[in-house]
């Protein structure tokens, strides 16, 4: 790893039942807070990726848990 790098956790994000339309949305905001992306599944509402902050997931409006 390159000094200075962040280590990256992989997170299983699940998005609120009443924002499951926006799941694509709360991806992308996921990704502005630093999340990689490695799936997003619309039917089960499941986001999971990689992510060097794990709590900066936690305050994306519309994630019900990480």
């Not at 799941?23 to 997003?40: F, R, T």
Request: hydrophobic share 40%; charged share 35%.
């Amino acid at each position: 790893m390159k000094k200075g790098a962040k280590k990256t956790k992989k997170f299983i994000a699940v998005v609120e039942e009443d924002q499951a339309e926006k799941i694509a949305d709360i991806a992308d905001e996921l990704k502005k807070e630093g999340a990689s992306i490695d799936q997003v599944m619309s039917f089960t509402g499941i986001i999971t990726g990689t992510t060097p902050d794990m709590q900066k997931l936690n305050g994306v409006r519309g994630i019900k848990s990480v």
